[in-house]
């Protein structure tokens, strides 16, 4: 498993979200990993298996989800800035979505 993890959940359908990106990004925007939540809108291996501490970020492309789905979205994309201390053993970052609100939080 990677170090980093992430979820997403449409709650406007009570389903997982199927086919977002999702981009792993270093504090000044240099790309480490990018996946595709799987049907289950999970994506478990999204970068390397240990980071340095600091500072990360990851992007969901939610605009091309919605898309797909031909729903229009206020949010484009989610970017979600998370403090990392390399001691820990993993981090999961879930996205619970609609398209006028979002929620995310530290996972396990």
């Given at each position: 498993m990677s170090f980093?993890?992430?979820?997403?959940?449409?709650?406007?359908?009570?389903?997982?979200?199927?086919?977002?990106?999702?981009?792993?990004?270093a504090a000044d925007n240099t790309e480490i990993a990018q996946a595709v939540t799987n049907d289950d809108g999970r994506v478990p291996d999204?970068?390397?298996e240990t980071l340095d501490s600091?500072?990360?970020r990851?992007?969901?492309g939610t605009g091309?989800?919605?898309?797909r789905r031909n729903v229009e979205t206020?949010?484009?994309?989610?970017?979600?800035?998370?403090?990392?201390d390399a001691n820990q053993k993993h981090?999961?970052?879930?996205?619970?979505?609609?398209?006028?609100a979002y929620?995310?939080?530290?996972?396990s």
């Open positions: 980093v993890t992430a979820h997403v959940l449409d709650a406007s359908l009570g389903t997982p979200a199927t086919g977002v990106t999702i981009t792993l990004l999204l970068g390397p600091g500072v990360y990851i992007t969901f091309e989800y919605f898309a206020f949010y484009p994309s989610i970017t979600v800035d998370f403090k990392v981090y999961h970052v879930p996205l619970l979505l609609s398209p006028f929620s995310t939080y530290r996972g």
